[in-house]
């Protein structure tokens, strides 16, 4: 039987309680049912077509129903879907520890599974409050950097400052302290938020147990980037005073910025990596935790010394999520994904020249696979991004803008025509509709 999309956006509306979604706005705005998806497109029940610009969430790094990552998991599935990952293990989560622990900066040796960003940021920062527990330091406080996101469970909002998200559960969070985010890209402002944190430290440093950032760039506190000589100074300061830091590459990592770890630009060591989203190239839910030898012996001894990190999650180190993972890193292997970004992220800055001209846009700024194009302070009531939002889907763009900041972050499989069609839209629609 053949549906439209006008009936399954009904019996959608009936059932399915959306995320982060007002359910009211769409009384006005249809949801639209994706059929099927093929590369950058996704396909919707009344045969449209749209560029996925932000790779679902940006999630989907090698586009969707990639040939490669299907047959890896098909031959997979008839082998094993899935096992418990207490007192077993598999073939797919030893090979992608092995891998990861490869491709990571060096010290960060151990992996630990779980099966969503959220979930890693939760255990990086029990393990780094039973860490210093083990080695008879308590330390209860938590340390982030103003406008951070790093997901939306208790323990994650706590240390995230995105108010839209976390005004509501104040009282329900954990203590964290803020230090300011450099301001900008410049190495004056990381100079001057390093001063901040230094002073932050000398009050509080031996009551902090791990400091956490997104390196770089901040995803979704508007993709605010900031100059690499801060993780630099982070990482110093931080070892210092005998701090983690913890960097969260959920939404950085797998060459989104150009490298494969936003934090090899920094050339730093961190004691914990998170990373989820496009770990498994959009496929399937997974995220791991990395760490060092020394946080992992810590917690190693006889177990009536009660150190053990008695952490679990029921999909830990799924097997067809662990698959996918593997077949994603073979692409960048394959098809050297790091170098061809560089000339994709070219393209895309030179698409972006002219709308500097534009009155309503505030400034325009590009790292690797994000390009961010920031308009001026609009009144958030007036949600400038939403109208940007229609105007570019019935162009056949999916494009969804945080606030006032249109970003364009494809898959990474994209081509320059279609990049262009991307900017061409969000141009008119900038034009047209503000
Ligand atoms: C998305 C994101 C998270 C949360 O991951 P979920 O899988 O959505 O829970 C955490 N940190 C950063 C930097 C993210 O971008």
Redesign the pocket.
């Known amino acids: 039987m053949e549906f439209s999309n006008k009936e399954l956006m009904q019996k959608d509306i009936n059932y399915i309680w959306h995320p982060c979604t007002q359910m009211k706005d769409h009384e006005q705005i249809p949801i639209i049912p994706i059929k099927n998806a093929k590369g950058v497109y996704l396909y919707d029940f009344d045969g449209n077509k749209y560029i996925d610009a932000i790779s679902s969430?940006?999630v989907n790094i090698f586009g969707h129903s990639n040939e490669y990552i299907n047959n890896k998991i098909k031959d997979q599935l008839d082998l094993l879907e899935h096992v418990i990952l207490a007192g077993f293990t598999h073939k797919p989560a030893i090979d992608l520890a092995e891998k990861l622990v490869k491709i990571t900066p060096d010290g960060l040796n151990k992996v630990f599974y779980a099966d969503?960003?959220?979930?890693?940021?939760e255990i990086a920062l029990k393990m780094s409050y039973h860490y210093h527990l083990n080695v008879n330091d308590k330390r209860t406080l938590f340390l982030s950097l103003s406008n951070s996101?790093?997901?939306?469970?208790i323990g994650?909002l706590s240390v995230g400052d995105v108010e839209l998200y976390k005004k509501t559960y104040k009282p329900l969070l954990l203590k964290c302290i803020q230090t300011p985010v450099p301001k900008d890209q410049t190495l004056q402002s990381a100079n001057d938020a390093l001063l901040s944190l230094e002073n932050i430290l000398k009050k509080d440093g031996s009551s902090i147990s791990a400091f956490i950032v997104?390196p770089l760039v901040?995803?979704?506190g508007g993709m605010h980037m900031y100059h690499e000589e801060y993780l630099r100074g982070a990482r110093e300061l931080t070892k210092k005073y005998g701090i983690h830091l913890i960097v969260?590459?959920?939404?950085?990592g797998f060459g989104r910025t150009g490298k494969m770890f936003a934090c090899e630009y920094a050339k730093i060591e961190p004691d914990f990596m998170?990373l989820?989203?496009g770990l498994t190239g959009g496929y399937l839910?997974l995220?791991v935790v990395m760490t060092t030898d020394n946080v992992y012996n810590a917690f190693y001894c006889d177990y009536n010394e009660f150190k053990a990190f008695l952490h679990s999650h029921s999909y830990t180190g799924n097997t067809l999520a662990c698959t996918a993972a593997i077949a994603t890193l073979e692409i960048f292997e394959k098809e050297n994904t790091i170098e061809k970004n560089v000339e994709l992220s070219r393209h895309m800055k030179k698409n972006m020249a002219r709308f500097d001209n534009l009155k309503n846009v505030k400034n325009c700024r590009i790292l690797g696979m994000i390009a961010v194009i920031e308009l001026t302070e609009i009144d958030v009531k007036k949600r400038v991004g939403l109208k940007i939002y229609e105007y570019a889907l019935s162009r056949g763009v999916l494009v969804r803008p945080l606030g006032n900041t249109i970003y364009v972050m494809p898959p990474f499989i994209i081509t320059k025509d279609e990049i262009d069609t991307i900017f061409d839209t969000i141009y008119n629609a900038i034009v047209e509709k503000l």
């Open positions: 969430w940006w969503n960003g959220s979930s890693a940021v996101y790093h997901g939306e469970t994650a997104e901040q995803g979704a969260d590459e959920i939404m950085t998170t989820s989203k839910p995220s």
